[in-house]
């Protein structure tokens, strides 16, 4: 079963809130990352967790902050987010065995800051 | 100078023709190639992986990968307007997390 949850579907925030993205995976995988993705544009990686660890942080201004509470769950806590942070946010998770990793995209967030 | 390119099209197939994606590769070092289907407005969905030279076949795709002119490519066979989508290429070293995606290529499929 080659499904990544994510919640909530939209999203529309102030930029004084405060919220959460969720992401969860049931495959066992032990990598998993967040991608923002603006239109006609490609996903852009923001972090990678592997085996619980943040491995990789693409220089994300700390507005953004990501958690890794289990190898299944990843969080994106966001605050104080400018209008120019509204964009699709992905979640994935890839295996990290074999040859390649291949990276399985949940159905992303849509945020949207006012 | 981009790593991963792709013709950003939009390139219009009739149905029923072959559709022909292509994108080349900049870092001699990478080993592990990919073909992602988005539909507009969803999620990228992995369609293809490919990791040696030659063609790997899946129902009416069919990938190729040819590493000395670093190149690989996305045949669709039979296109259906179901196949419309942005087809995005990526690419990684071997055992490295990161992607680098292409821009992506946008395919039309005309009844």
């Known amino acids: 079963d080659t499904e990544v949850t994510q919640t909530p579907k939209h999203l529309v925030m102030g930029m004084t809130n405060k919220k959460s993205l969720k992401c969860e995976q049931h495959?066992?995988?032990?990598?998993m990352y967040w991608y923002k993705q603006k239109a006609k544009k490609p996903p852009e990686l923001m972090f990678v967790y592997s085996y619980e660890k943040l491995s990789i942080n693409e220089s994300v201004p700390s507005r953004f902050s990501p958690e890794c509470p289990n190898s299944s769950l990843l969080n994106l806590h966001l605050h104080a987010l400018q209008p120019e942070d509204s964009a699709l946010y992905l979640c994935?998770?890839?295996?990290?065995?074999?040859?390649?990793?291949?990276?399985?995209f949940g159905p992303g967030t849509r945020l949207t800051v006012l | 100078q981009k790593e991963v390119e792709q013709n950003s099209g939009p390139l219009s197939v009739p149905e029923g023709a072959i559709a022909s994606l292509n994108c080349t590769y900049s870092d001699r070092g990478s080993q592990s190639f990919f073909w992602y289907r988005q539909y507009s407005g969803k999620s990228p969905e992995l369609i293809m992986s490919?990791?040696?030279?030659g063609d790997k076949e899946d129902g009416r795709f069919t990938a190729q990968l040819n590493k000395a002119s670093q190149y690989v490519s996305l045949l669709i066979r039979d296109s259906q307007p179901s196949d419309s989508a942005t087809y995005l290429c990526a690419v990684s070293l071997i055992g490295n997390e990161k992607l680098t995606f292409g821009t992506g290529t946008r395919l039309t499929i005309i009844p």
């Open positions: 495959m066992g995988h032990r990598a």
């Open positions: 490919i990791y040696s030279n």
């Open positions: 994935a998770s890839s295996s990290q065995e074999g040859k390649g990793y291949e990276q399985f």
